[in-house]
């Protein structure tokens, strides 16, 4: 594991923990142990904290530390790399790790340049290993459901879609004040949107464009970006296009009600789909069926 951060408590440790009470099962290989061997950070403090805190949750495993945490760690004989570290440091340890013959998944996003994701690609499939990007918002229950409905032809043909993700001035101002020097929201979730509009609807890419704000976290001229407005237009096997429009940003006032504002809408030739964290659930219509 590379890094213990957020990603990690959220979704890594908890599956650590149910493979670790229960192991792997599937019909045609059986029980399979899976276990957390290894960690690499820079300080070693959370991996000395969880082991503290998990107790028998948890294996024993080995925590590497320092600038060369992930060359000692891939060095120990570990099968798998999962790299959650700020993703700014994604590229060098997915490298070193796919060199190495390991199999690797990244957290959203893989990289941050395309040239990185074509040398990683071109990597994995010479070494002849797993290397995939994890999203883990597709698992989400709505946008599971949606994919099931687009994909079963209850909704049918997207006309144009609206996402919003909006982020308190704690995020940006806070707890990522350091990493997110240089960047901007868009990079960071919309990406998550981005993933469930190709995955969802497929089609054709056909082109991109994007404006942003700058002023609050850094000067108005500098490299960091409060806010960016994403728009993507995708072409259909049918000649039909659909127009795709994603908000996000990391400025909103920390008493806005919600620590975390998302809001997703698509509209169909038959329907349409609305869903709102507030809210906390999905509006759908469907014509003639609800």
Known sequence: MVGMGMIFEETYRPMFEALHAGGLYRKDFGVAAVSLAAVATRTGSRARAYKKEAGAKIADFTSFEGTDSVDKMIASGVDFVCVASPDDRHFEAAKKAIQAGRHVIIEKPSVLKVQQLDEL?????????LAKVVYHKLCDPDHKKLRTLVHDGELVHVNNGYCSLLEPKSISKGQF??????????????????????????????????????GIVGPADGPTWDSTQLRMIYEYADGREAAFDIHTSWVNPDNFPGY???????????????????????????????
Do not use: M
């Not at 690609?121 to 290993?129: D, F, H, I, S, Y």
């Not at 960047?183 to 056909?206: C, E, S, W």
């Not at 975390?260 to 069926?289: A, M, Y």
């Open 260 to 290: 975390v504002e998302q809001e997703v809408q698509f509209r169909f030739d038959n329907g349409v789909w609305n869903g709102h964290s507030r809210k906390r659930g999905i509006e759908l219509t469907i014509e003639g069926k609800t």
């Open 177 to 214: 004040a350091e990493w997110i020097k240089g960047r901007n929201p868009g990079t960071y979730v919309a990406v998550h949107y981005i993933k469930l509009i190709d995955f969802t609807f497929g089609g054709r890419l056909k082109t991109v464009s994007c404006t942003g704000q700058r």
């Open 121 to 129: 690609t071109a990597l994995a499939q010479e070494k002849n290993v």
